[in-house]
């Protein structure tokens, strides 16, 4: 069982990237996926979540309207979830982490609801 993240770079602030989190060894369709984020001397922050019932996607105000989440569905053997980041800013530099947690959760923020983790992809807002 493994989720590994990919997409992370260095970007302009208003520039895009598109992260990933690929699933091996389990099926996402039945899971919650939760986006999170760990800036140098911060906490680490739910940033974002699709509900692991209906789908719904759930985003931090830190980053609504600028973050999307989203499943692919269009090939399901490709079990990846996305994350759309536009507009980004030089405080959205961190690392980002997705998390998988069986069935429905709570509060999609809390981290320890989670069972697993990737190890993390890069991203630096900066001129």
């Known amino acids: 069982v493994q989720l590994e993240e990919s997409g992370g770079g260095l970007v302009q602030p208003g520039g895009s990237l598109r992260l990933s989190c690929v699933a091996s060894g389990f099926d996402l369709d039945h899971y919650a996926i939760g986006w999170f984020r760990q800036a140098p001397g911060k906490e680490r922050e739910a940033i974002s979540c699709l509900s692991g019932d209906d789908g719904r996607p759930y985003y931090a105000d830190s980053v609504k309207g600028r973050f999307t989440i989203s499943r692919d569905k269009g090939d399901k053997a490709s079990n990846t979830v996305y994350l759309q980041m536009n507009n980004l800013k030089p405080e959205d530099t961190a690392a980002y982490y997705c998390?998988?947690?069986?069935?429905?959760?709570?509060?999609?923020?809390?981290?320890?609801?989670?069972?697993?983790w990737g190890q993390g992809t890069q991203v630096t807002v900066s001129l």
């Open positions: 998390a998988a947690a069986l069935g429905v959760i709570s509060d999609y923020r809390i981290s320890a609801a989670y069972e697993y």
